[in-house]
């Protein structure tokens, strides 16, 4: 591999993306916009037009915000990389701290400072322009802050050890050190499943215990049938941020919990809330959390493999505009510009992702069929659907490449006529 011919598949792939992304935007805006004034017929009964209209208005402006998004991102990623952003950063930080890891660290916070202070905009449009427009938003500017500045601590704390502990490992455990740095990785990451629901998701929201008995004793006799082991049912104030409503667990082993967010308690009734739960242990029942667990644990060691080998070729860093300093380590630099170049490279292996999610779904599904009544769901997906002012007609192809849930339409035909996907 040359430097030259780094770049050009660099800017290859960039390219591709770019195309991908704007082709399926194109086409998703496109065909939500041609639906739009009719309701399809298996949901004319139970979503008005008014509201089939609203979904499909909120989709299309969320899809051009994100397209402006990305590519504001790509911007900054070539501003980073092939115009020296990152190396003229990397140099000046040189001039201003003179211990190796010091330096680095800072690199790496700055590099995030940086890119978060850049997103902001986006964030703030995002949550007090489109989800204010539809009726979703319920965060004041002052949570917002208050959100972002204990988000930024959080991750100093546990995001700053486990840099230091990194870049410690590739500068003093020899040619192995990617090894190391991936077991780390999966240490740290199943630290943070125990450590979640009980210190660090109570920083943002408040939980309380479930306050329904009736509900409570339906979704216990679930999970006691389905031999789901549950340590609490507990319902988060979500309503202090968004209108939105969902449901999910949380936890690992003997900490497992589910949490309400307090908006789908008002929106579903007693079988609907249990459908939905019994879909969610239907991922437990099939271990879909274990084997994507599995999964990410797997592509994680070949990237790392991948970073242990192409930190120590010349052709990575000056391919991506950031020649290795020849009196300074480099590894910061490297996992900035690997982690900045692989999804540029692994984007069109996105819908490989979406589809094993999909099937995860169907299963989940059908197993919570078998467990409650499939037409539950059913009413609770179209409620969600309806509520959530999610499209009933997305794009094929753009549903295909990114979804990681069937669309409604399908979904629903799947659970009516218990078929199997």
Same mark, same amino acid.
């Given at each position: 591999?040359?430097?030259?011919?780094?770049?050009?598949?660099?800017?290859?792939?960039?390219?591709?993306? $770019?195309?991908?992304?704007?082709?399926?935007?194109?086409?998703?805006?496109?065909?939500?916009?041609?639906?739009?004034?009719?309701?399809?017929?298996?949901?004319?009964?139970?979503?008005?037009?008014?509201?089939?209209?609203?979904?499909?208005?909120?989709?299309?402006?969320?899809?051009?915000?994100?397209?402006?998004?990305?590519?504001?991102?790509?911007? /900054?990623?070539?501003?980073?990389?092939?115009?020296?952003?990152?190396?003229?950063?990397?140099?000046?930080?040189?001039?201003?701290?003179?211990?190796?890891?010091?330096?680095?660290?800072?690199?790496?916070?700055?590099?995030?400072?940086?890119?978060?202070?850049?997103?902001?905009?986006?964030?703030?449009?995002?949550?007090?322009?489109?989800?204010?427009?539809?009726?979703?938003?319920?965060?004041?500017?002052?949570?917002?802050?208050?959100?972002?500045?204990?988000? /930024?601590?959080?991750?100093?704390?546990?995001?700053?050890?486990?840099?230091?502990? /990194?870049?410690?490992?590739?500068?003093?455990?020899?040619?192995?050190?990617?090894?190391?740095?991936?077991?780390?990785?999966?240490?740290?990451?199943?630290?943070?499943?125990?450590?979640?629901?009980?210190?660090?998701?109570?920083?943002?929201?408040?939980?309380?215990?479930?306050?329904?008995?009736?509900?409570?004793?339906?979704?216990?006799?679930?999970?006691?049938?389905?031999?789901?082991?549950?340590?609490?049912?507990?319902?988060?104030?979500?309503?202090?941020?968004?209108?939105?409503?969902?449901?999910?667990?949380?936890?690992?082993?003997?900490?497992?919990?589910?949490?309400?967010?307090?908006?789908?308690?008002?929106?579903?009734?007693?079988?609907?809330?249990?459908?939905?739960?019994?879909?969610?242990?239907?991922?437990?029942?099939?271990?879909?959390?274990?084997?994507?667990?599995?999964?990410?644990?797997?592509?994680?060691?070949?990237?790392?493999?991948?970073?242990?080998?192409?930190?120590?070729?010349?052709?990575?860093?000056?391919?991506?505009?950031?020649?290795?300093?020849?009196?300074?380590?480099?590894?910061?630099?490297?996992? /900035?510009?690997?982690?900045?170049?692989?999804?540029?490279?692994?984007?069109?292996?996105?819908?490989?992702?979406?589809?094993?999610?999909?099937?995860?779904?169907?299963?989940?599904?059908?197993?919570?069929?078998?467990?409650?009544?499939?037409?539950?769901?059913?009413? $609770?997906?179209?409620?969600?659907?309806?509520?959530?002012?999610?499209?009933?007609?997305?794009?094929?192809?753009?549903? $295909?490449?990114?979804?990681?849930?069937?669309?409604?339409?399908?979904?629903?035909?799947?659970?009516?006529?218990?078929?199997?996907?």
């Amino acid at each position: 591999m040359t430097t030259t011919l780094f770049t050009l598949l660099f800017i290859l792939f960039l390219g591709l993306e $770019a195309i991908v992304r704007l082709w399926l935007s194109s086409r998703q805006i496109r065909h939500v916009s041609q639906h739009r004034n009719a309701v399809p017929a298996e949901f004319s009964e139970k979503i008005s037009l008014r509201s089939h209209q609203r979904a499909a208005d909120y989709t299309i402006e969320r899809m051009k915000l994100g397209m402006g998004e990305w590519i504001f991102d790509a911007m /900054i990623l070539i501003s980073f990389t092939l115009l020296g952003g990152l190396h003229l950063l990397d140099a000046f930080l040189q001039t201003q701290i003179s211990g190796d890891m010091w330096r680095q660290l800072a690199l790496l916070a700055a590099i995030g400072i940086i890119t978060g202070l850049l997103h902001l905009p986006f964030s703030l449009w995002r949550q007090f322009k489109l989800e204010a427009k539809y009726g979703f938003n319920r965060m004041t500017f002052k949570l917002f802050i208050s959100d972002t500045i204990k988000g /930024i601590i959080v991750s100093l704390i546990l995001g700053l050890p486990l840099m230091a502990a /990194i870049l410690w490992l590739m500068a003093e455990a020899g040619n192995a050190w990617w090894l190391w740095a991936w077991a780390l990785w999966v240490g740290f990451n199943v630290l943070i499943l125990y450590l979640y629901p009980t210190f660090i998701a109570p920083l943002f929201n408040k939980f309380t215990p479930l306050d329904n008995p009736e509900l409570a004793e339906r979704i216990n006799k679930l999970a006691s049938r389905c031999g789901f082991t549950l340590n609490g049912l507990f319902v988060m104030d979500g309503s202090k941020r968004s209108a939105h409503g969902n449901a999910y667990f949380t936890g690992f082993g003997k900490s497992r919990r589910i949490v309400f967010f307090d908006t789908l308690l008002n929106k579903l009734n007693g079988p609907e809330i249990e459908a939905v739960l019994a879909h969610e242990l239907g991922h437990f029942k099939h271990k879909h959390i274990i084997k994507r667990m599995a999964i990410s644990f797997f592509v994680a060691l070949v990237f790392f493999a991948l970073l242990g080998y192409v930190k120590n070729t010349i052709w990575f860093y000056e391919g991506l505009g950031a020649p290795p300093a020849l009196m300074h380590s480099n590894d910061a630099l490297a996992l /900035i510009l690997f982690f900045m170049a692989v999804p540029v490279f692994t984007f069109l292996l996105s819908p490989l992702a979406s589809w094993f999610s999909r099937k995860d779904e169907f299963q989940a599904d059908q197993y919570a069929s078998e467990q409650t009544e499939a037409q539950s769901l059913v009413s $609770a997906l179209v409620k969600l659907y309806d509520d959530n002012a999610a499209t009933l007609t997305p794009d094929p192809i753009h549903s $295909a490449f990114y979804d990681s849930h069937p669309p409604a339409s399908v979904r629903i035909q799947h659970l009516l006529t218990g078929s199997k996907a």
